[in-house]
């Protein structure tokens, strides 16, 4: 079965660094998009970032360049670069990977994602 498990999350002070690291396992078709999502206590789902399959990327604006999203196709794997955080940066991050089935059609699989916690 597909998996997908996200690593790399912990406690930070503001101001700090974090890498996410995604892992995509046990599919049999190419992986299209990956993006992280993260969803924190009272607020909304939002998109962080999306990298597509030849490497172009798309950003929630409102990250300000502090995230940065990569990706290795021979590892399957997917990562996010977090600078600067911030205590508004506190969710948990999931990742996602779109498959690509012959004929066009997609699929999202979620991983149940890592926490992000930034402190003063």
């Known amino acids: 079965q597909v998996q997908v498990v996200e690593s790399g999350g912990g406690s930070v002070q503001a101001g700090g660094s974090l890498r996410l690291s995604c892992t995509v396992s046990?599919?049999?078709?190419?992986?299209?998009?990956m993006t992280w999502y993260r969803k924190a206590p009272g607020r909304l789902r939002e998109m962080v970032a999306t990298?597509?399959?030849?490497?172009?990327?798309d950003y929630n604006d409102l990250l300000k360049g502090r995230f940065t999203i990569s990706r290795d196709n021979d590892k399957h794997m997917s990562y996010l670069q977090m600078n600067n955080l911030e205590p508004g940066d506190t969710a948990n991050y999931r990742c996602?990977?779109?498959?690509?089935?012959?004929?066009?059609?997609?699929?999202?699989?979620w991983g149940q994602g890592t926490h992000v916690t930034v402190s003063l």
């Open positions: 996602s990977a779109e498959l690509l089935y012959p004929g066009g059609d997609t699929r999202d699989f």
């Open positions: 046990g599919h049999a078709d190419p992986i299209n998009s």
């Open positions: 990298i597509h399959s030849r490497g172009t990327t």
